[in-house]
């Protein structure tokens, strides 16, 4: 179950199958091992491993808890798992669990993130303690398990007492304790053993009554009740000696030898060598010939440069400058001066001067002046606990707690809590005016008003049933007027209605006084050109569709009424006429309709094919006749080296009749040019050359359209 645990430093332990290198101890971090177990520790947290005994090394179900203890697990054992889910209140830590824990087997869910186990605590099987109280609301869960068939052993005594059998059961005892946090064991009594030896052959620690040795390859200590022998240091009741350089008895220490040594009693300290010395004496202190101290005087440096110091001064002071620091204040040469009351820099042209009332900077042009009642920079800057002046006698800015106020020659603005003027113009609460006494806008939540020397406009805020109805406009001299459905105030425009595919229906809107039908129906397509190998006739155009307009009464529409959209006609394959445009009209029962157009034809040898004919209009106030598409060309004789052009497709009241295709000397045939604008003619095509010369189709027409006006 177990491999091999090992360091780089350390001496060795072996414990069923497991080698551990223990490293020599400090103050910080530390391993200590002997027969009994292995402790591991630092100054925040430690781990003692208890050393299996016979019982537990021969039986096949005991295991190491995380605690350092071995656990017997019985046969078959498993693990049951709890889960508990909380809505914590504001601040709260200590959450119950129902059922209990295995100490070392739980787990803790912030809002879904899991913790590290230094977020929080679960020492006692019943409850988990977080570290930071919760937010209000803080989803917490705990998962935890249950060991079935496991041995924990129930601690005895309190926390930091060291563990014994005691009749069966752990015991613990307030007179053997261990503190984790100082690595610290405490035994109140004795310590009852003949002799003590740990150790091997190359470093050992033997102790009886009389006697403690320890010793390595390199070294003997020795301690018994007259002295301590550390390899050439002793130390007995008289006397501490190191070789034949350190030596301290009860009124001397030196160390040392004849060049540099340093000796102390009861009266000084001398420290010297070949050149120096330097002597710590009850009435002083001497450090070589530049250094002196005693009760009343400090002495530093030589006779050019030199630092006195005694119970009233500070003295600093080279060939030129001198500087004091004295009870009553501070001279740092000739130009700093300070003491309790004042402080001055500066010379007779340029000085700043500090007292418990004023700050004055100043040079020879300007001074300004930062007191308790004020601040004065220069002549044009004053501040103090009411008013902020910036300016002069031309241009300046006052403000205080009611006004700021900035004025020039010509203008004034004035803000106060209230109200902002600046010139004429005045902004409050509930007005705002702009201009003057010749041209002016007001706007209050009412309305506004705009007036000049020979006219005024007031334009009033609609009221709540006008904004909510859909016939209220405003009125050019600026109120909001109702119009009637149908009635004496009609002719506004309201909305738009445009089909441009079959099948559609419109509805009659509220309020709705008349409307304005427009129709143009779908235009014909150019025909296709014929293949041969001479007397080639080209493609002529198709014709537009027609269009009318009518105006219809509010009365004489339904609810609802059939907008039916013309298509354009479809393009005339190779030889072939084009296709006719259909026709577009308005209303269940028709109140007004505009036919397609014709498609353009194709003829024979000695036939110059005519262009398709415009489509008709009728029942509108207005009927106009769709164009026409020009004539396709009959060309006799070889087409090879021949420029052509083919019929161009009608205009409709839209314009955008396709052109007709056409051909160079060299080129091919060109892609059909359909109709562009709504119900206009596709135009003709044109020979594609060859051996023989193939034809090409003719450009297909555009769909008509329907557009609806709706006016209130």
């Known amino acids: 179950m177990f491999g091999s645990v090992g360091s780089r430093a350390g001496r060795g332990l072996h414990l069923h199958g497991i080698d551990v290198k223990v490293s020599s101890p400090n ?17 925040t947290v430690n781990t003692h491993l208890i050393v299996p005994t016979s019982a537990q090394y021969s039986a096949t179900n005991y295991f190491l808890h995380a605690n350092g203890s071995w656990i017997q697990v019985s046969a078959g054992s498993s693990a049951t798992q709890v889960y508990q889910a909380y809505t914590a209140t504001a601040s709260q830590t200590t959450f119950a669990v129902s059922g209990g824990y295995t100490v070392g087997m739980v787990d803790v869910f912030y809002n879904g993130d ?6 929080f605590t679960a020492t006692d099987g019943s409850n988990v303690v977080l570290g930071v109280g919760a937010i209000s609301g803080a989803i917490v869960e705990v998962v935890g398990w249950i060991a079935a068939g496991l041995f924990q052993p129930t601690a005895g005594g309190s926390n930091t007492q060291v563990q014994f059998n005691d009749s069966t059961a752990l015991g613990g005892s307030a007179g053997f ?17 003949a002799i003590i030896s740990q150790g091997n052959s190359t470093a050992n620690l033997y102790t009886n009554s009389i006697l403690i040795t320890i010793a390595n390859s390199t070294g003997t200590a020795n301690l018994n009740p007259a002295t301590l022998t550390i390899g050439t240091s002793v130390v007995n009741s008289t006397a501490f000696a190191e070789g034949a350089n350190v030596i301290i008895t ?4 030196f160390m040392g030898n ?8 009861s009266t000084a300290e001398v420290v010297q060598n070949s050149t120096v010395q330097s002597i710590y004496g009850i009435g002083g202190i001497n450090a070589g010939a530049n250094v002196y101290l005693n009760t009343t005087t400090f002495f530093m440096g030589n006779s050019t440069v030199n630092a006195v110091c005694n119970s009233t001064a500070d003295v600093l002071q080279n060939s030129t400058v001198q500087t004091i620091l004295g009870i009553a204040g501070i001279n740092a040469g000739a130009n700093v001066f300070l003491n309790t009351t004042t402080f001055f820099m500066g010379n007779s042209t340029v000085n700043l001067v500090c007292n418990s009332t004023a700050e004055v900077v100043q040079n020879s042009t300007v001074q300004s002046i930062y007191g308790i009642a004020g601040v004065n920079a220069g002549a044009n800057v004053y501040l103090n606990t009411t008013n902020l002046f910036i300016g002069n006698t031309t241009a300046n800015a006052t403000a205080n707690s009611i006004l700021v106020q900035v004025i020039n020659s010509t203008a004034t603005a004035n803000i106060t809590p209230a109200s902002f003027a600046t010139g004429s113009s005045l902004v409050n609460a509930t007005v705002l005016f702009v201009g003057n006494s010749t041209v002016n806008a007001t706007v209050n939540s009412i309305s506004l008003y705009v007036t000049n020397s020979t006219v005024n406009t007031t ?4 009221t709540s049933a006008q904004w909510t109805a859909t016939n209220f406009f405003l009125h050019a001299n600026g109120t909001w007027v109702q119009v009637a459905a149908g009635g004496g105030n009609t002719g506004c425009l309201n909305n738009v209605q445009i089909y441009t595919t079959t099948g559609a229906v419109w509805t009659k809107p509220t309020g709705l006084a008349f409307v304005i039908v427009e129709c143009v129906g779908g235009g014909g397509a150019g025909a296709g050109c014929g293949t041969a190998a001479a007397n080639i006739v080209l493609g002529s155009g198709g014709g537009a569709g027609g269009y009318c307009r009518k105006k219809i009464a509010a009365a004489s529409l339904g609810a609802s009424e059939n907008a039916t959209v013309g298509t354009g006609g479809g393009a005339g394959a190779t030889g072939a006429a084009g296709g006719a445009g259909g026709s577009s009209s308005f209303g269940t029962t028709t109140f007004c309709t505009a036919s397609g157009g014709a498609g353009g034809v194709t003829g024979g040898a000695a036939l110059v094919p005519q262009g398709g004919s415009g489509g008709l209009a009728a029942s509108g106030d207005v009927n106009v006749q769709g164009g026409d598409g020009t004539l396709g060309v009959l060309l006799f004789g070889s ?7 083919a019929g161009d497709g009608g205009s409709s009241y839209f314009g955008g009749g396709g052109e007709g295709n056409a051909r160079g000397v060299t080129g091919g045939a060109q892609t059909p040019n359909p109709g562009k604008a709504f119900g206009s003619g596709g135009g003709g095509g044109t020979p594609i050359p060859g051996a023989t010369v193939s034809g090409g189709v003719g450009g297909a027409g555009k769909q008509g359209i329907v557009i609806v006006w709706e006016y209130v």
């Open 177 to 193: 304790t261990f503190d984790k946090a100082t690595n610290n064991a405490v035994l109140a009594n004795t310590l009852n053993v």
């Open 459 to 462: 334009l009033t805020i609609p």
């Open 250 to 253: 009860t009124s001397t220490f």
């Open 27 to 43: 103050t910080t971090t530390n391993v200590v091992a002997n027969t009994s177990g292995l402790h591991v520790g630092n100054s």
């Open 639 to 645: 087409v090879s080296g021949m420029v052509m052009r």
């Open 258 to 265: 004849s060049t540099v040594n340093s000796v102390c009693n």
């Open 114 to 119: 899991k913790l590290a186990r230094s977020e």
